[in-house]
């Protein structure tokens, strides 16, 4: 929780406690009664169904006040009752309690898909690196992972030793160092540092880069790295790199 900004949890917090008012606000938007006709068919009908009529006025004001506190677990509790409100939403029934309509209202909508949008914002930390870095992003490397022999040098944080060598292959998000000059057994997961590449006509590309992969054997030593930091100048760089090598793999294919 420490993460994410505080000025976002505590609108956030406040928007949950308002959430049934609100909610009685788009009821009214939505069918133009008046707020006490609003008002009586909320209470007199909510009896139908306890356990939502409970849901409807109180756990969302409680994951309010459970995430003024800034701890974790209120922030997955939070996140489990959105998903719940989005699996209540999908699976509504025509004339239900509270709606009385064939689909919820447009206001009930947008109030769940403001929650579920917070949470992907809550959340994005983890997401990102447990994820989206890590699986979905494998996925269209591997659609995008060219063979190479790019020179380069790597400079790992903390350490006076240059390792040399060569990038085997290389994608959007990272490439395979085949080194050949310097101690790999200094090398291990989770080191970062500078890789720096040698392109064609003597341009040079510098990229942050994370250890994630270390295959040291007696005929090589391979270490996979994940690139990080990455700005948009740099994808862009990196882009037009995989473009160029994906033009020659093509034209090779054609000549043979």
């Not at 606000?25 to 209470?43: C, P, R």
């Not at 409680?62 to 009752?81: K, N, V, W």
């Not at 085949?178 to 970062?192: F, S, T």
């Amino acid at each position: 929780m420490q993460k994410n900004p505080q000025q976002i949890v505590l609108f956030l917090a406040a928007f949950l406690i308002a959430d049934p008012l609100l909610r009685l606000l788009s009821f009214k938007v939505a069918t133009g009664m008046s707020f006490e006709l609003v008002w009586d068919n909320i209470i007199t009908n909510g009896s139908v169904s306890i356990y939502r009529f409970l849901e409807f006025w109180l756990l969302t004001p409680l994951a309010g006040m459970f995430l003024l506190t800034f701890s974790a677990s209120a922030t997955l509790i939070y996140g489990l009752l959105t998903l719940y409100k989005v699996y209540a939403l999908l699976s509504y029934e025509a004339y239900a309690w509270p709606y009385f309509s064939p689909t919820p209202h447009v206001g009930a909508i947008v109030i769940t898909a403001i929650n579920f949008i917070f949470v992907l914002i809550l959340f994005w930390p983890v997401l990102k690196k447990y994820l989206l870095s890590y699986y979905l992003k494998d996925i269209w490397d591997a659609r995008g992972r060219y063979e190479c022999n790019y020179a380069a040098s790597l400079f790992v944080h903390g350490q006076s030793e240059v390792y040399r060598g060569y990038i085997k292959n290389i994608s959007s998000g990272g490439v395979l160092f085949n080194l050949y000059q310097g101690d790999g057994q200094k090398l291990r997961v989770e080191h970062e540092g500078l890789l720096v590449i040698e392109l064609e006509d003597r341009q040079f590309l510098s990229v942050e880069v994370r250890l994630v992969n270390v295959s040291i054997s007696k005929k090589f030593d391979l270490f996979g790295m994940e690139f990080t930091n990455i700005d948009p100048r740099l994808s862009l760089v990196i882009l037009k790199i995989l473009m160029e090598l994906r033009k020659k793999k093509l034209m090779a294919q054609v000549v043979s």
